[in-house]
């Protein structure tokens, strides 16, 4: 099992839709989740981290399922400039942030 | 400040040549990593650095890669002899402290390497 699995789409969404991208880490122990926004042909960026709770920041909501190893990323409504390729990040703890091989959402006028 | 600096954005060469990649991490950051980028495997970790001392090299693919930082301002990575599959985009990233593990990684342009 890879260490941490994305779909990797595409998504192609109508403006204004709701996505959710998600994605199952392999390491229980895992401390701490992120995720990154790749735009085309551009660096990977820090998009928003993830914590237990859950977190939201604008249209942009993050959860953490523990117990099943798993996180998500819920975008509301969808804007052409949110077209990019969303990166699963898990800490496992000991060793270098994981990255995983990105989720293409695509946002169609 | 400036972001990470990586050189040359563009490479192309031919099979069997030497290529350098050049960074500069933003000043103050004591962790630099090396990744390599594929449609087929993602982003992948090469090595990465602690305070300008190698500390995993284990994604290194083969010998023919290696990386080098001499000062806390500058790193290098260099495939000798270069093969078409080392085709790839090369980003470099650095981050700061002793959670360097959870902090934020800053990454560079990044150099789209070419090898015919």
């Known amino acids: 099992r890879k260490e941490v699995e994305q779909d990797p789409g595409p998504f192609n969404v109508p403006e204004g839709a709701t996505v959710a991208f998600n994605c199952t880490y392999s390491?229980?122990?895992?401390?701490?989740f992120f995720w990154y926004r790749q735009d085309c042909r551009k660096e990977p960026k820090l998009l928003m981290s993830?914590?237990?709770s859950g977190n939201e920041d604008g249209r942009f909501t993050a959860q953490l399922n523990r117990a099943s190893q798993y996180i998500s990323l819920l975008i509301r409504d969808s804007k052409l400039s949110d077209s990019a390729t969303y990166l699963c990040?898990?800490?496992?703890?000991?060793?270098?942030?994981?990255f995983g091989k990105g989720t293409r959402l695509s946002v169609i006028a | 400040d400036a972001g990470v600096i990586q050189s040359p954005r563009h490479e192309v060469t031919e099979m069997g040549q030497e290529v350098t990649l050049r960074c500069k991490p933003i000043?103050?950051?004591?962790?630099l990593f090396w990744y390599r980028q594929t449609m087929m495997r993602g982003l992948e970790l090469l090595i990465y650095f602690n305070n300008n001392v190698p500390i995993d090299d284990s994604g290194m693919p083969e010998d023919r890669f290696s990386a080098k930082m001499p000062n806390a301002s500058f790193s290098t990575l260099k495939i000798q002899p270069s093969e078409p599959r080392d085709s790839a985009v090369y980003f470099c990233?650095?981050?700061?402290?002793?959670?360097?593990?959870?902090?934020?990684?800053?990454f560079g342009p990044g150099t789209r390497l070419t090898v015919l």
């Open positions: 390491n229980s122990a895992s401390q701490s």
């Open positions: 990040v898990v800490n496992p703890g000991n060793t270098p942030l994981v």
């Open positions: 993830v914590y237990s």
């Open positions: 990233a650095s981050t700061y402290g002793t959670a360097s593990y959870t902090d934020t990684q800053y």
């Open positions: 000043s103050g950051h004591d962790y």
